[in-house]
């Protein structure tokens, strides 16, 4: 982190191109202006040398040039809700923020797409293309404040997503202005398209490395009729993890399926309003959705797979407040970890849904190994799992453990098949582990594809995985 | 085409080269065996010099290494069932047959995943992995005889991808050997991952040009409990795009919704047997999946919404016969084409589901103006219309007024926001209308990530889009 090293100014020069490009009002320079513009959820900060707000391409075309030719590092942010880092300006340079290209510039509801600038909150989208019928699949827990162009750049997800897929399962193409400073299309306007390489795919979860987004074309999903909530209450991880494989292969798809481990229950019970049973070791949230008519039907076989040997009790809420009271326990969860360690490491890692009980199982053995306390809840259909490691940032003995213990929880996640980023992405956080999961040979490729679209080397250098 | 150009022999030492990575009954080098390698199934024909069959990966990555030293065209193939020359050796060389590549390496049922090896045929994957409730949407029409590989390789869809999405949709992870001869692994085994720029996608698609397909993990989906067949019949395709619009814009989305304009069913009424009402104008085929307990709402629910005044029958079907019956109009058009011109030219296009019916009436100007008879049928859910341009090929000046009808319908597609390819691809058939839909910065990026994966541009050099 660069906070402690003061930036260079930029010259004379540079600062009335910027200012140009920028136009009134559109230029940032003063050190406790930029402040805000260089941190993100992940605790890191560093201070830009300014920040440049966007309202059209063509002034992200020109600014592109800018650092390009000047070699100055240039860091695309939405609105800096991402957890790993990936726009904080750890080299300074520019920040652009995409907050200002906010509009919404077509939905077009016979063809099930939106046309969107970058910076469209997500629940902005959700809530205009909501009032003609439709939802855009997407979800993370920052809905609210997150954009689109965030959500794209990281691939972002949330529990919709064992249902309705990611980012890149609901984008047609886009619109992106590469490193080199050239503006071009990907994708096409229909949902078929075999013309060329996934250029569209390639960019989304690429973190701002290879180009930036300054338009989007999103696939629509008609909203559903109805939801229906269930809780299944486990005496194991093992009985709710199979639970979940038996979920999962059968056809009627929850459009949400949370899960929280042992230790997870185990906290929330000193801490918040508890209406588990006795000897709950892992809970299932299930939602599902459909039309009025078919509900009852997808309740009725989703309870039959859910049900096991290990199942304690199962319920099922349909008014606000029953759906509410519901996931009380589950919605104690994040407040009460915050209260209990308040700088807790928070991990996103996805395991093969079978292997989802001997997961949990190693992390108990670690914690034990340890004396890291660790709570597991997440996204349980998609095997993505957040792992909470527990621990006091100012003990530099937990905080070492802690660092081995995060070490062996991905060679763990690697061992069973998995992967270290669900949906978090990777950015400066996770970008020395990237290694252990990723072929040199494949690191070497996205090094060279980097250098194809960003020759200067000036696109977010040293995000997402180890560069030179 | 090199047909009629004798392609040098390949030299001795390359030959002995070549027999020792093939390996017994591995190789074929007499031009007569060679033959059957040098097509597919767009008419195009060039002998290569060599054909090998791998049995593992390790020989995939010696032949690429070989030839990437002596500079020799590579060119891979599953059963060579695509229709644009994608396969064909016309730049001579090896041809890569991964037909004995064909084992089933394992099904996850529990994670709803299969790892197959390229040359496994889709027919045989569907019947492996349906025994066990499963089935991977990928449903081009020569199913029995295609292959996983060349499914990836194309981005194969069929009538299923309207539901289900196709083959970038139903992938996890690959495994591969790029053009460097370095095998690498992309993608993950688990339904969420962002470590990494998405190689998979990139790599789905790119027609042989980027890397060989050695082994691929595939999503697969649990196979619905029932099915319906419903068959709406239009005056005119105005009336049947616009129930396109309203089936798509609402919650039940059908696993199959087909279309036949109004010239083709004048073609089909003169050949076959014709149930269809007087002043029939347009078809639509509508197929729903789902649970027994839902399925009658679901046919309801479309039925209203493909009702509007333009509506002259809506019939369904139940039992095996009256689906057979149903269908035996649009199975009849097949048949029919190829006896009234066995050398049609059909393409492939797609464009947005409004705009079909302004598509459909252009296309019927463009066949008055070129006197080109002008057939259309596909897959109307996804806006992608396979039109079937009638000709002698014998007829030199009818030949030359199809290529300028072909011209005007290719910008006519991309006047409407459409796109040239939907599911057949590009090989060599397209590669020179590309640059119409595509931005050229778009192909110079795709010509630096092909040298990135291929420096000596051996693999299938030439094919998918303009290349040096």
Redesign the interface.
């Known amino acids: 982190m660069n906070t402690d090293n003061p930036i260079p100014e930029l010259s004379g020069g540079l600062r009335r191109s910027l200012a140009g490009i920028a136009g009134d009002g559109g230029l940032l320079t003063d050190p406790a202006d930029c402040w805000p513009y260089g941190y993100d959820n992940s605790r890191r900060h560093a201070l830009p040398q300014a920040v440049m707000f966007a309202t059209d391409e063509s002034q992200v075309v020109a600014l592109v040039a800018l650092c390009r030719d000047a070699g100055i590092p240039l860091t695309a942010r939405g609105r800096g809700t991402g957890t790993t880092g990936a726009t904080v300006p750890d080299r300074g340079g520019i920040v652009l923020s995409f907050e200002r290209m906010d509009s919404i510039l077509r939905i077009?509801?016979?063809?099930?797409?939106a046309i969107v600038q970058p910076g469209v909150l997500n629940a902005q989208l959700q809530q205009a293309v909501g009032d003609l019928?439709?939802f855009w699949p997407p979800d993370p827990t920052s809905a609210a404040t997150c954009t689109i162009g965030g959500n794209l750049a990281?691939?972002s997800?949330g529990p919709r997503?064992?249902k309705y897929?990611?980012a890149?399962?609901s984008t047609l193409g886009l619109r992106v202005v590469?490193g080199?400073g050239?503006?071009?299309?990907?994708g096409?306007?229909?949902?078929?398209?075999?013309?060329?390489?996934?250029?569209t795919?390639?960019v989304?979860?690429?973190e701002g490395t290879?180009a930036l987004i300054t338009e989007a074309t999103l696939k629509l999903?008609?909203?559903?009729?109805t939801k229906r909530t269930l809780r299944a209450t486990y005496g194991d991880i093992h009985s709710a993890a199979a639970a979940v494989?038996a979920i999962?292969?059968?056809?009627?798809?929850p459009c949400a399926l949370e899960f929280m481990d042992g230790s997870a229950i185990e906290m929330v019970r000193h801490y918040a309003e508890f209406d588990l049973p006795d000897g709950a070791g892992a809970v299932l949230m299930i939602e599902l959705d459909?039309?009025a008519?078919?509900i009852e039907?997808?309740v009725s076989?989703i309870g039959e797979v859910a049900r096991n040997p290990g199942l304690l009790e199962l319920r099922r809420a349909e008014s606000k407040e029953e759906i509410a009271a519901l996931w009380k326990t589950r919605k104690a969860l994040s407040p009460t970890l915050r209260h209990i360690a308040p700088k807790k490491i928070n991990e996103d890692v996805?395991?093969?849904?079978?292997r989802m009980g001997e997961f949990i199982e190693g992390l108990e053995r670690l914690s034990r190994t340890t004396g890291i306390r660790i709570v597991n809840f997440g996204?349980a259909?998609?095997?993505?799992i957040h792992v909470n490691l527990l621990i006091d940032p100012d003990d530099p003995d937990e905080v070492a453990r802690a660092a081995e213990c995060l070490d062996a929880v991905f060679a763990l996640v690697l061992s069973l098949?998995?992967?270290?980023?669900?949906?978090?992405?990777?950015g400066i956080e996770?970008r020395d582990f990237?290694g252990q999961?990723?072929?040199p040979?494949?690191?070497a490729?996205?090094t060279?594809?980097k250098r194809?679209?960003d020759p200067a080397g000036i696109l977010n250098v040293g995000k997402?995985?180890p560069q030179g």
């Open positions: 077009l509801p016979n063809d099930r797409l019928g439709f990281y691939n997800a997503a064992v897929g990611t890149r399962e590469t080199r050239e503006s071009l299309r990907t096409v306007m229909t949902t078929k398209g075999v013309v060329g390489y996934d250029l795919r390639l989304i979860g690429s290879l999903t008609p909203l559903p009729e494989s999962m292969a059968q056809p009627i798809i459909g039309s008519a078919c039907e997808s076989a996805v395991v093969p849904v079978s996204h259909g998609n095997g993505n098949d998995g992967t270290l980023s669900g949906e978090h992405g990777v996770k990237v999961e990723l072929d040979a494949a690191l490729l996205m060279e594809i194809c679209f997402g995985f």
